[in-house]
């Protein structure tokens, strides 16, 4: 590698044009057009001021030093085990602190071509560090129906928590989404099959049908909490604090499902204490699966960008197991010949394969 001069004192053009590429690269680039999520550019200005921090204090870089160079192979591999080894971050955290990097140098290399061979070079030498398999644990279905049996309906706040935990479950959301859903985003009357309008990450949309159970619940809690001519613009859960009807905390949504959870373990043992509100989505993907739902459709219904995200589902369930070791003789397997019992081939010679 070529070895990075002292501080100078003083900017070249290079510094500024690459100093200035970088300032454009998560303040106009990244939030304009890469992604609209709060949460993934958090993630991306958190891997830059990482990068930035380790040229400062390991390689002692200065402004007047910062070169292409800078992110070299050898530097950003450097890194990356620094990463491990001193902050002590997972494999996927340091994964996605590079994706972030090599991003970056990818906009550079756009911007001035002579410097694309740092993204290429980093492409191609620098792969993701192995993760370890991400288990998933979902409820059993008797969990589920032992949970929903515990709110008292005969309150507002009973309804309220079970329309909240079926809706959850029913459409495998994510608690954000489903805290943020308007009634307008409800769709029951006047449709053939009922559905719900999700705002996922990135603000990507997509559109769930609802079971018809979880409709009838849901016309119950309209009634009720939005009366006969609801605002179609308030928010489908809400918090009635000082007149107003704000938006559900989810500290508060957790500390409902942990009395639910206490209560349900004493009827259902698979019932898990620590219930969180992502395991209904866990488990309602789980469920998708091993009704053999398409690991494709389950992409789609979930909102995830990539395939691999939803991979972890694909991982063979203990009911299919199950199912799998009681249908192991086929109808195929069952109507084949069995040559062993044939004439010619009882002779030892033949046993033996000659």
């Given amino acids: 590698m070529k070895k990075i001069s002292k501080p100078s004192g003083t900017f070249t053009a290079q510094n500024r044009k690459l100093a200035k590429l970088i300032y454009d690269w998560h303040t106009t680039y ?29 390689k002692d870089i ?3 030093d910062l070169t292409p160079e800078c992110f070299s192979v ?12 001193e902050r002590h971050v997972s494999a996927t955290t340091c994964n996605s602190r590079m994706a972030a990097i090599k991003n970056l140098t990818k906009y550079i290399g756009g ?13 191609e030498y620098l792969k993701p560090m192995r993760e370890i398999k991400r288990v998933v644990h979902a409820m059993t279905r008797n969990a589920v129906k032992a949970i929903f049996a515990i709110p008292d309906t005969t309150t507002k706040i009973g309804l309220r928590d079970l329309t909240l935990m079926m809706l959850s479950y029913g459409v495998a959301a994510r608690l954000d989404e ?12 006047n449709v053939k099959d009922p559905y719900v309008i999700l705002c996922g990450k990135g603000g990507g949309f997509r559109s769930i049908y609802l079971h018809d159970d979880l409709v009838e619940w849901l016309k119950l809690y309209l009634k009720v909490f939005h009366g006969d001519r609801p605002n179609k613009n308030s928010l489908l859960f809400y918090s009635p604090c000082k007149g107003c009807m704000g938006k559900l905390t989810q500290p508060a949504i957790a500390k409902r499902l942990s009395l639910y959870a206490a209560k349900a373990h004493e009827i259902c043992p698979d019932v898990p204490l620590n219930l969180h509100s992502h395991l209904w989505r866990h488990s309602m993907a789980t469920h998708w699966r091993e009704d053999n739902i398409n690991i494709v459709e389950i992409k789609e219904l979930l909102g995830h960008r990539n395939l691999s995200t939803t991979m972890i ?9 199950r199912k799998a070791i009681d249908t192991l003789e086929d109808t195929i397997t069952k109507s084949q010949d069995k040559k062993w019992k044939k004439p010619k081939n009882m002779e030892l010679l033949t046993l033996v394969g000659l």
Avoid: C, N
């Fill in 30 to 58: 990244i939030p304009s057009i890469k992604t609209t999520s709060e949460h993934t550019l958090r993630s991306y200005k958190l891997s830059l001021s990482l990068f930035l921090r380790y040229l400062q204090s390991e």
């Fill in 62 to 64: 200065t402004p007047f």
């Fill in 74 to 85: 050898e530097i950003l591999t450097q890194w990356q085990m620094w990463l491990k080894g």
């Fill in 111 to 123: 911007q001035i071509p002579e410097y694309a061979y740092i993204y290429v070079a980093a492409s």
């Fill in 178 to 189: 489903v805290l943020s859903l308007a009634v307008k985003d409800v769709v029951l009357d």
């Fill in 313 to 321: 589902y694909e991982d063979v369930t203990e009911e299919q197991k």
